[in-house]
């Protein structure tokens, strides 16, 4: 053991960890740049290296790609990475009211723990942990998708029916494209642009930050809040006392972070969401899940941060790769000839060793590395004017969107769901529960359709979905988690509350008749898309048919039940719209008008024209003429930086 | 000293020589994978990669355009550069199956392949510790309990897929066939038992090793890598499938073009090394070059393909 720990912490590995570390962590906050890709451009890379260097190098990379992509999550409500779903839902608020450094560092000190858990659970518990998630079976993937919709009652704002019809309107996004587990091409409309399916990612960044950047030229308000006036260093010790206070939290998170990793498909999303799930359900605080608690950032980047080290566990014990980056790094070991399943342990033990010490070692320079990183982050994104930091990170979802298919049509489906979910936003429809469904959706489909098969062929259908003692515990935890939201109801209900009357129950106003006329209008739409749906899947086979069939049932059932209770109660939940919609409008006309471009001018003209662009819309106050040149400088060189390095250094064909 | 300047230049004299005997490539080459890193098709790149470099000196560089089971890819091929600079993998069965599933944006004509390098021959396993030691005893059981023995699988209409339902005829016998979403989830459902068996690969009999048994391979003769494992044809049943790969350019390339690609990738399938190193991956080499062998070949497979899936309701 000591030698191959000698070997880990040789100078070229401990060079390479720390190489990698830093490179992951800034691939991993741009969004559009996951961790699967950050580890793909590395692949050729390593083919010169001896095996064990690859692999650090690529866990290394693999491992700060998770963590990075909490910047973006907690400083612009976009996840870098789908693993960083649910650290929007606590961290931008605490980067809303000026608590962007803070979150900034308890993400870190939550990655590094997660991490280090992970990699100490591949190290110790490998073989018997691999063999218990082959226990896992499509009905269990099923309902573990099932249990992460459960969030829906905790991410709806406001109005939990409109939250399921969000979640409906994801999980149907989600079957569009050529189907999974029936190969039938299903809701493209004869487009091609749809045929590849809504690729998730883009969806993510079209729901999550197309609002936060239209939201942002609309009004001369800072983004961020600096309530401390201005940088306060790290903040490491109010971060420590967080991390005290949330001593069971951080543990149970990285405990399921590391099992959901050890899943092979399952991967860093679901772990962040099952733990914030879990977390906000023992949850005490001060402030609420979801309105800038701490612990919601603590779960998730401690879970997700774990399944780096639980997805190396089937990869390297089974050879069936945990999450997406291990499929890569797997096929990377092939071509290198180390041959990983069953015998990697046994015949290049060294190998492996070597690398488990390597992945600590990176995860342990990643305080450091994170710590300052996170810092430049948090002050490139407080102090930034917002004429220049709306263009960039405009350019950005759109050359991120790109890149993750090298597909143009993605950045059109991005800027659309991106309208779609600040419109719905303003309806009191948020972008989470759309996200949840659309995340979920494959593998609740798949998961559905295959144990139908194989419930079908067995003659037990019942058993198959209600049989399986792993399944009832997922299904007990999510009925839980369901009814969470509503006990102080069903206490009251039970008549066993001395609780006074909750806010939430509190007499609402009634609204006026143009604001329940609005709300009418919203809820037609979706009752419109379910009945589509419904109208489409009578031409499609059984198999392909089935899951979104239910789904858009659901989905009318809710609609209606919604219309009922808003002419009764006639409470309307939404958002206002506030500052100029001129403005507004004119980010993502932008946006189109540039996506239009590209095929045609190139990417970079298109991307510099978007850039210089969009400074005029986000700029509110008067403007010296040096001012303007020093502000159009800026944007183009960094827009034209950042198109020479994913050109040259990341590889990505740009047209 | 001399002796340096001596080398290089006969070097220098050698390699514009031989730039002159052959201007292909043009220049570094985009290899595009139309599935996400990490599948068979990106594995068996990456293992081409180096020995292109080596014969040809220049980059081929690997990317990916994943989306609709490989359809966003094809469906763009024919509008990219013409020169050779630009090459992508193709699959069989899909890019016969596919377009006579639906609207995909592309025909199988519109696919201008020049070269099948390789093939994952289709093979039945069983977990190691499973009561089924041989196909006879398979088949028996599931003539005993019709539907009931599962086998998971990669894909619909996949070659997996279209191996079950050729066999199913052939053994006259009938099962139930469960489509995952790649060869990976397929095994894990294996090693699961949450099946009976699996319609998979013989790349997953390499990666897997002890943990399962392949009951029969659906090649000619046996696999290099596994000589204890018998073929379906030494038990009777005429089965030879699996899931090509190969090369395809924009259909606008000049002849030239396409016979220089097809040129490159009988190289490297040539070179004894390369072969090797497919071979101890579970891979099977095939050699499909640019030409009337190329038509040949695919309308041989589009006969084979077609009847099965139009009877198991793949396709109309």
Redesign the interface.
């Known amino acids: 053991m000591l030698d191959f720990m000698a070997n880990a912490i040789s100078p070229f590995n401990l060079l390479l960890a720390l190489l990698g570390v830093a490179a992951g962590t800034i691939i991993g906050s741009i969004p559009g740049l996951t961790a ?1 890709m950050a ?2 451009v590395l ?2 890379l390593t ?1 010169t290296m001896s095996p064990d260097s690859a692999l650090i190098l690529m866990g290394a990379i693999y491992t700060g790609a998770i963590y990075g992509g909490a910047y973006a999550a907690i400083l612009l409500n976009t996840p870098g990475t789908p693993s960083a779903i649910a650290t929007t839902f606590d961290g931008y608020p605490m980067a809303k009211r000026g608590d962007g450094d803070l979150a900034v560092t308890i993400a870190c000190l939550s990655s590094v723990f997660g991490g280090l858990v992970g990699a100490l659970a591949l190290l110790f518990l490998a073989p018997p942990l691999a063999r218990a998630a ?5 009905v269990e993937y099923f309902w573990l998708a099932v249990f992460g919709l459960s969030l829906i009652a905790a991410v709806s704002t406001g109005d939990f029916l409109k939250g399921v019809i969000g979640a409906c309107f994801g999980l149907l996004i989600a079957t569009i ?2 189907s ?6 299903r809701f ?1 409309f ?1 487009s ?1 642009m749809l ?3 809504v ?1 998730t990612v883009s969806a993510l960044i079209g729901l999550y930050c197309i609002p936060v950047l239209i939201d942002l030229v609309a009004t001369p308000d800072r983004h961020l809040d600096e309530a401390g006036g201005g940088m306060r260093g790290f903040r490491l010790l109010e971060a420590g006392r967080v991390m005290l206070q949330n001593g069971v939290n951080v543990l149970r998170s990285s405990v399921i972070g590391t099992m959901v990793g050890a899943l ?2 399952a991967g860093g999303s679901i772990a962040g969401l099952v733990a914030y799930s879990e977390a906000r359900r023992n949850g005490r605080g001060v402030e609420k899940y979801g309105e800038g608690n701490p612990g919601g950032i603590v779960a998730t980047e401690s879970a997700n941060n774990a399944t780096v080290g639980g997805g190396f566990i ?1 990869t390297l014990v ?4 945990g999450t ?1 980056p ?3 790094i ?3 070991l ?2 290198q ?1 180390v ?5 990697l342990f046994q015949g290049s033990a060294d190998i492996v060793y070597t690398f488990i010490f390597g992945l600590l070692l990176a995860t342990v320079l990643m305080l450091p590395v994170g710590l300052l990183i996170g810092r430049f982050a948090y002050g490139a994104i407080l102090k930034a004017p917002k004429a220049a930091l709306v263009p960039v990170v405009a350019f950005m979802t759109v050359i991120g969107t790109f890149a993750i ?3 143009v049509s993605d950045i059109y489906i991005m800027i659309v769901l991106g309208v779609v979910g600040w419109l719905a936003a303003k309806r009191g429809f948020g972008a989470s529960p759309i996200v949840l469904g659309l995340i979920l959706g ?1 593998i609740a489909e ?1 998961g559905f359709v ?1 144990s139908w ?2 419930g079908s ?2 003659g037990d259908l019942w058993g198959q979905f209600f049989g399986r003692p792993i399944s009832l515990v997922i299904i007990a935890l999510t009925v839980l988690s369901f009814l969470y939201p509503f006990w102080p109801q069903i206490r009251r209900i039970a008549g066993r509350s001395d609780d006074a009357t909750p806010a939430d129950m509190v007499d609402r106003p009634r609204a006026g008749g143009r604001m329940v006329a609005w709300d009418l209008l919203g809820f037609a739409v979706f009752g419109a898309v379910a009945a589509l749906v419904l109208v489409q899947s009578a031409g499609l ?1 059984p ?1 392909a048919a089935v899951f979104p069939r239910t789904i858009a049932t659901v989905m009318v059932v809710v609609v209606v039940a919604s219309v009922a209770k808003l002419m009764l109660t006639r409470h309307v939940t939404g958002e206002p719209v506030r500052g100029s919609l001129i403005r507004s409008a004119s980010v993502p006309a932008a946006m189109l008008l540039a996506a239009a471009l590209i095929p045609l001018a190139g990417f970079a003209l298109a991307a510099a024209l978007l850039g210089a662009v969009l400074t005029v819309p986000a700029q509110h106050e008067s403007f010296s003429r040096r001012g303007w040149i020093f502000l159009l400088g800026s944007v183009l060189a960094v827009v034209l930086g950042v198109v020479l390095l994913f050109d040259l250094g990341l ?3 740009l047209p | 000293m001399i002796r340096t300047i001596l080398t290089q230049a006969a070097a220098a004299i050698l390699a514009t020589g031989l730039a002159h005997a052959q201007d292909f490539p043009a220049g570094s080459v985009d290899y595009i994978i139309p599935f996400g890193p990490g599948g068979e098709s990106d594995i068996t790149a990456r293992l081409q990669q180096p020995y292109f470099q080596d014969l040809y000196g220049e980059q081929m560089v690997i990317s990916y355009q994943p989306g609709g089971g490989g359809a966003v890819g094809w469906a763009q091929l024919n509008g990219m550069a013409e020169d050779g600079t630009v090459i992508m993998g193709i699959n069989l069965p899909h890019i016969i199956v596919k377009p006579k599933q639906g609207n995909v944006g592309f025909e199988t004509e519109d696919l201008a392949a020049v070269y099948w390098f390789h093939y994952t021959p289709d093979a039945i396993l069983v977990r190691a510790d499973s009561e089924i030691e041989t196909l006879d005893q398979l088949i028996e059981q599931a003539r005993a309990n019709p539907r009931q023995v599962i086998f998971s699988g990669s894909g619909k209409g996949s070659a997996n897929h279209l191996a079950q339902l050729q066999f199913d005829e052939m053994a006259d016998i009938e099962t139930t066939y469960v489509a995952f979403d790649g060869t990976g989830s397929a095994v894990t459902a294996l090693l699961g038992g949450q099946v009976t068996a699996e319609w998979g690969y013989t790349t997953v009999g390499s990666g897997q090793g002890d943990e399962v048994r392949m009951l029969a391979v659906a090649m000619e003769e046996r696999h290099p890598a596994f000589p204890d494992v018998p073929t379906f044809k030494e038990q009777g049943y005429d089965l030879v499938s699996g899931a090509y790969r190969g090369i395809a350019v924009p259909q606008d390339a000049s002849e030239e073009v396409k016979q220089q690609v097809s040129d490159a990738i009988a190289a490297i399938n040539a070179d004894p090394e390369f072969q090797q190193k497919m071979i101890d991956g579970g891979f099977a080499m095939a050699d499909v070059p640019y030409g009337e062998e190329m038509d040949a070949f695919m309308a041989e497979k589009a006969e084979e393909y077609l009847p099965a899936a139009r009877e198991a309701g793949i396709i109309e």
């Not at chain 1, 082959?134 to 499509?138: C, E, H, N, R, V």
């Open positions: 699967t580890v793909a692949v050729p083919f082959l226990a896992f079976g499509p494209g050529v999974e587990t029936s190969a039938e091409v493209t004869g091609r045929l590849g399916g690729e092979p498909g089937p089974l050879g069936i790769p997406p291990d499929a890569v797997l096929g990377a092939l071509v000839g041959r990983t399943g069953p015998t298919r090298n597909n494959s798949q295959q098969t194989i062929a067995i086979n198999e590889n990505v064909p």
